[in-house]
């Protein structure tokens, strides 16, 4: 029973996190595709302190290093230049190497500096971490924290690796580049399946092109938007010509 408890504990925790590392890093602090309200912005930095440990601007500066030059000499996790194993598994390796380049993150991240929060809080991602487990153990026992916290650490990592690994290795390529889309993936990773689709539009805010494409994160910026604590820069970017025409963009929204 506690095993059961403690593995459904750490999915929901994955769960959470791919949400809150696909709406706020993602399509909000990398892409600038949607901008939250301060409440709904305090809420993600709490949580992806306490869910992952992450520091967001150098999230970001990962990330856009990716886009610079996805999947040539430079790309952080290419596995085209890699392999989809290295990829795969040493994903969290792969970030720090980049992660922890200062002029790298200074480069990519210059529009997001740290305050003093991070400087007392969220730049301490092992404090976020500790505050979770201790959390947890107050409210379930140290034997369910124990749990959560291995299933929610092979979850998030593994599924994180999945997006770069399997994102850009198996599945359709709609449009021209060598992201690729994965439905399946697409329902277990808050939409970032649909990887093909976000690397044609970067900065579209949902990254579901066609109906039998589910983005689950765009249901909850949707929500978000409808309560007016999101604006949605362009709700929809669809690229208009498929791999074989010119890349060329239909903006709405
Ligand atoms: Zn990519
Ligand atoms: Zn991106």
């Known amino acids: 029973m506690e095993f059961l408890t403690g593995a459904l504990v750490g999915i929901l925790l994955s769960e959470i996190a791919f949400f809150v590392t696909s709406i706020y890093l993602h399509r909000t602090l990398a892409h600038r595709a949607i901008r939250l309200s301060g409440a709904v912005t305090a809420t993600c930095r709490v949580l992806i302190w306490m869910l992952s440990g992450i520091c967001p601007r150098e999230w970001v500066a990962v990330h856009r290093k990716h886009h610079a030059f996805s999947d040539r000499e430079g790309d952080p996790h290419s596995p085209v230049l890699l392999g989809y194993w290295t990829v795969q598994w ?31 809080f969220f730049d301490r991602g092992w404090l976020g971490l500790a505050l979770s487990g201790g959390l947890i153990t107050v409210l379930a026992g140290w034997q369910i924290m124990v749990i959560a916290a291995v299933v929610h650490g092979v979850v998030y990592i593994g599924g994180s690796g999945a997006i770069n690994a399997v994102g850009h290795h198996w599945g359709r390529r709609p449009y021209d580049n060598l992201a690729t889309n994965n439905r399946w993936l697409a329902l277990l990773v808050a939409g970032e399946g649909l990887h093909n689709n976000h690397h044609a539009a970067p900065t579209s805010g949902c990254f579901s092109f066609r109906r039998t494409e589910i ?37 709405s929204g």
Not at 91 to 112: F, I, Q, S
Request: proline content about 10%.
């Open 90 to 120: 040493e994903n969290p390796v792969l970030y720090r190497r980049v992660a922890g380049d200062k002029p790298t993150v200074a480069r990519y991240a210059r529009d997001l500096p740290p305050d003093r929060f991070d400087r007392l």
């Open 215 to 251: 983005d689950p994160a765009w249901l909850v910026i949707w929500l978000l938007a409808r309560t007016r604590v999101a604006t949605v820069r362009h709700r929809a970017i669809r690229p208009r010509h498929s791999a074989s025409s010119p890349n060329s963009l239909e903006m």
